[in-house]
């Protein structure tokens, strides 16, 4: 089976095929495709902006498509930044704004804990699609550590792995990261498919 990516972050692209590249016949990005979109993220749930996405893109390829909507989730500050997670200073998509309002957010917070969350959807062109998710806990530190990762990496210190995920290789983040555990649950339900 041949499907297509349905985001434009390298990143993600490069987790996604560790994952899962054994297990496609071609696993292609939006840009191999020839599909230039930014599929705007309107919903208020990881579920529905995962669907979202991966619908749109299923539309644009007319081949089955899987996207991902991942938010982190930090008791202190209710849940936020949750489903903003990308954008959560602001629509700029900027990573390093996300990580310094996050933490001017915890300054005095003494919990940290947190948790991220990934929803994974494949959608078909017929309309069918299948949801998996992915979880994994830790909490926030003081300051950003390693260099590796994205997003909020090197700030989110994974209890299993006791240090961020910028400090931890490719394969240390893949086997308990939340997009791992949801990638691997969604193989699964694919599998069974048949």
Known sequence: MKL???TNN???IQEMRA?????????????????????????????????????????LSGMPSLADDTGLMVDALNGAPGVYSARYAGEAHDDKANRELLLKNLS?????SAHFSTVIAVCYPDGKYLLAEGRV???????????GGFGYDSLFIS?????????AT????????????ALRAMLAKLQAEG
């Open 4 to 6: 297509a990516l349905a």
């Open 10 to 12: 390298q990143h993600k």
């Open 19 to 59: 994952i899962l590249g054994d297990s496609f016949e071609e696993l292609l990005s939006l840009k191999e495709l020839g599909i230039d979109v930014d599929v705007e993220e309107t919903g208020t749930t990881l579920e529905e902006n995962a669907l979202l996405k991966a619908r749109e893109i299923t539309r």
């Open 108 to 112: 005095t917070a003494t919990d940290r």
């Open 137 to 147: 806990e830790g909490k926030i530190g003081f300051e950003e550590r390693g260099n």
């Open 159 to 167: 209890d299993e792995l006791g240090k961020t995920f910028a400090e």
């Open 170 to 181: 490719a394969e240390e983040k893949n086997s308990v990261s939340h997009r791992g555990r």
